[in-house]
């Protein structure tokens, strides 16, 4: 990681900064859902459903994009997250299609963004002192 020039860290900050903001977005619009299947019965509950797997899709294809960018290093930082699930989270969506898994999206929701966020914050902090060491 610290081979990379100003410019390619940047832009891995970046890309970690949109994906924290996609995780605080999934925390703020889904604060207080008590019961996630009960959003199905709804046109309102379905687009919010919509577009939290957007945002989850996202996260998973910006890991993919940043563990490509820099060779797998990166996420080694913070081995306690199974990136290899996380990377898979935008496939699982993305090639659901029209079978929508609502169990699945509660739990990332639920149980994975807190860890993830703060995997992310981490990561973001290393990369802001690579860069301020250059």
């Given at each position: 990681?610290?081979?990379?020039s100003?410019?390619?860290?940047?832009?891995?900050?970046?890309?970690?900064?949109?994906?924290?903001?996609?995780?605080?977005?999934?925390?703020?619009?889904?604060?207080?859902?008590?019961?996630?299947l009960?959003?199905?019965?709804?046109?309102e509950?379905?687009q919010k459903?919509a577009?939290?797997?957007?945002?989850i899709?996202?996260?998973?294809?910006g890991?993919?994009?940043?563990?490509?960018?820099?060779?797998?290093?990166l996420?080694s930082?913070?081995?306690?997250i199974?990136w290899h699930?996380?990377?898979?989270?935008r496939d699982?969506?993305?090639?659901?299609?029209?079978?929508?898994d609502?169990?699945y999206?509660?739990?990332?929701?639920?149980?994975?963004i807190d860890?993830?966020?703060?995997?992310?914050?981490?990561?973001?902090q290393?990369v802001?002192?690579?860069?301020?060491?250059?």
């Amino acid at each position: 990681m610290e081979s990379k020039s100003i410019q390619q860290l940047k832009l891995i900050l970046l890309t970690l900064e949109d994906i924290d903001a996609s995780i605080t977005h999934l925390k703020n619009w889904n604060a207080g859902i008590q019961d996630f299947l009960a959003l199905e019965a709804t046109e309102e509950g379905l687009q919010k459903l919509a577009a939290d797997a957007m945002l989850i899709e996202a996260i998973g294809e910006g890991i993919k994009q940043l563990d490509k960018r820099t060779e797998g290093k990166l996420f080694s930082l913070q081995p306690n997250i199974p990136w290899h699930l996380v990377m898979g989270m935008r496939d699982k969506i993305a090639h659901g299609y029209f079978d929508l898994d609502i169990g699945y999206i509660e739990d990332v929701i639920l149980n994975d963004i807190d860890p993830l966020q703060n995997a992310i914050k981490s990561l973001m902090q290393y990369v802001k002192e690579l860069i301020n060491k250059k």
